[in-house]
């Protein structure tokens, strides 16, 4: 297998960890130094396991199901769009009252040494908590 097939194989392990909530073996496969963009909570400063295991921390109560949509690679990068089904407590302090939310999200993994180093989140996060209720007031009407 080609190191290009390999990483793509690394994405889709990454998602099939974080539907499982298997946060072992997903430290496994970053590296020490591993660090995660995402815009908010400033985990951008959190380095390697510690990092990951704060992340997973942060979630709460959480039933989630990541399909990958696409995954793209090329040298030392893989994309990867996905569409997550989840129940979490909780988003963005917004509570779920139970309602599942569908969101679709992409992933570019830096993979060093066949471990992730590096990976930038982006998502529909403000798709997510509309699903949960949220409304957007327009400046001056609050």
């Known amino acids: 297998m080609n190191r290009t ?16 909530g298997n946060v ?15 815009g ?3 985990l951008e400063t959190d380095l390697g396991p510690d990092g990951l295991r704060k992340l997973f921390e942060s979630f ?17 990068k ?15 302090d917004i509570p779920s009252n139970g309602r599942w939310q569908k969101f679709t ?10 471990k992730i180093d590096e990976t930038w989140r982006n998502a529909d996060d403000l798709g997510r908590v509309l699903q949960l209720g949220a409304q957007i007031v327009p400046a001056g009407q609050i």
């Open 5 to 20: 097939e390999y990483n793509k194989l690394i994405g889709r392990r990454f998602l099939q960890l974080v539907s499982e």
């Open 24 to 38: 072992n073996e997903l430290c496994e496969m970053i590296s020490p130094f591993w660090r995660m963009h995402i």
């Open 40 to 42: 908010f909570n400033g």
């Open 60 to 76: 709460g109560e959480i039933k989630q199901a990541w399909t990958v949509d696409d995954i793209i690679a090329e040298k030392d």
């Open 78 to 92: 893989v994309v990867v769009r996905a569409t997550n089904n989840c129940l979490q407590e909780h988003f963005f």
């Open 105 to 114: 999200a992409t992933f570019i993994h830096h993979i060093r040494g066949g």
